[in-house]
């Protein structure tokens, strides 16, 4: 069985590929994830306020005492004590490249305009073969439009796609008033891949201290329908490669986001939940299915469920609503 894909004009031996999670942080965690069969990695994400802070951190160090006397030099920070995320990051890229056979994808996490964005070449001269922008972004002023969300989100691709010449896949939440267009607008802008969706982690609420707490919760299974639906209604109408991210946890649903029309599926949740050596189950269950089905090749599947294919296109979009609500008993 064919399970080879291309995703981002990179050729993978099969569309499993580890999302940005924890995972990624330790090279012997990512060499046991390629053992068991991982067709690429995207790293975890170097934040925009990581970047941000380094820099806001160094300009204090070279300014403050400038002016004082020859002593000023003590200001300067030790180098061995100075943090450096951001380079430990591009490092470790340049590890993975050696020591991994897959491609390695850069995630570069923010959304406000600014020199952060030179990460990107960085990353890539660092070897990235790829990178995933991951855009998330909380609207929440009431000042601010829809369509200039929308706008400041292609102004940060754009602003990444000029400063490199490898690939660049967006990671986006569903969260846009008509995300065909959107994405449509995406491919318009240089991306070559769209990432659905990105999870937006919700805070939860603490009766006894009064806080707000951050909160971690996987996914399951049932949350692929949303990025599902999503990925079948924009196969074959945007002219860039399509991932699937969120809820894929088994052979079927890696299968059920290919026959939507995904190049690639994402997991993380169930990684974390069974370890590396899930890929290999999920990989032997692709295989046994697409060989029932008399598939020569996981390509050959691609789309076969999505709107573009299915005979009942309105399945995906109010007609199908009208149903689930009539049939309930």
Request: proline residues 4%; charged residues 25%; contains cysteine.
């Amino acid at each position: 069985m064919d399970l080879s894909t291309t995703y981002l004009g990179l050729k993978l031996k099969n569309p499993l590929v580890v999302g940005a999670s924890p995972l990624s942080r330790e090279l012997d965690m990512l060499k046991k994830l390629e053992d068991a069969g991982a067709g690429a990695v995207v790293l975890h994400s170097l934040f925009e306020e990581q970047i941000v802070h380094e820099q806001e951190e160094l300009d204090h160090y070279l300014t403050v005492g400038e002016e004082s006397f020859a002593e000023a030099l003590s200001y300067f920070p030790r180098l061995d004590t100075y943090h450096r995320g951001p380079e430990e990051y591009l490092e470790h890229i340049r590890k993975c490249k050696q020591a991994l056979g897959v491609p390695v994808i850069g995630s570069l996490n923010g959304i406000s305009a600014g020199g952060w964005m030179e990460y990107a070449r960085k990353m890539e001269e660092a070897g990235a073969d790829a990178i995933e922008l991951n855009i998330y972004y909380v609207a929440a002023s009431p000042h601010i439009t829809g369509a200039e969300v929308e706008q400041m989100c292609l102004d940060d691709l754009i602003a990444v796609r000029r400063s490199i010449k490898i690939p660049v896949a967006m990671k986006i939440g569903p969260f846009f008033s008509n995300i065909s267009n959107f994405c449509n607008r995406v491919a318009d802008a240089g991306g070559e891949g769209l990432v659905l969706f990105n999870r937006f982690y919700q805070p939860d609420l603490d009766l006894e201290k009064l806080e707000v707490t951050p909160t971690v919760g996987l996914s399951a299974s049932a949350d692929l329908r949303l990025p599902l639906r999503w990925i079948a209604i924009l196969f074959g109408r945007i002219k860039c490669d399509l991932a699937l991210s969120t809820g894929v946890h088994s052979a079927q649903d890696a299968l059920k986001g290919i026959m939507a029309g995904a190049a690639v599926v994402q997991l993380v949740s169930v990684l974390l939940e069974k370890g590396p050596r899930h890929l290999t189950t999920i990989l032997k269950g692709m295989t046994d299915w697409l060989t029932a089905k008399e598939y020569a090749s996981v390509n050959e599947a691609r789309g076969a469920l999505s709107q573009r294919h299915c005979p009942e296109r309105a399945a995906y979009e109010r007609a199908n609503y009208m149903k689930v609500l009539h049939s309930w008993r």
